[in-house]
Nanobody, 121 residues
């Protein structure tokens, strides 16, 4: 049973940056992919990005490509989401998840509690 805990959310102005962190428990972190999803208020959960177990391959939603970067540090059981050039539409609860690199939420095994990101004008 892997536990995931997100941190780093908060309030940021449009055009600004924020880095989210996700800490994972367990000894098998380096063996599975990790992903980030988000749920804007009143909308469905959507894929943000994912990273392979090794960190060699990454995937991004078109809406964040070029602005967001996912990375991981397997020695520390950590995964990160660097968010730059934030827009009002990026406001959402962001979730860290593990067990796949899929764009489909149902493919993931482990989920964090979520952290709120609010982008203001």
């Amino acid at each position: 049973q892997v536990q995931l805990v997100e941190s780093g959310g908060g309030l940021v102005q449009a055009g600004g940056s924020l880095r989210l962190s996700c800490a994972a428990s367990g000894r098998t972190f380096s063996t599975y992919g990790m992903g980030w999803f988000r749920r804007p208020l009143g909308k469905e959960r959507e894929f943000v990005g994912s990273i392979s177990a090794s960190g060699f391959i990454t995937y991004y939603a078109d809406s964040v490509k070029g602005r967001f970067t996912i990375s991981r540090d397997n020695a520390k059981n950590m995964v990160y989401l660097q968010m730059n050039s934030l827009d009002l539409e990026d406001t959402a609860v962001y979730y860290c998840t593990g067990g796949s690199v899929s764009t489909l939420a149902s493919e993931y095994r482990f989920w964090g509690q979520g952290t709120q990101v609010t982008v203001s004008s």
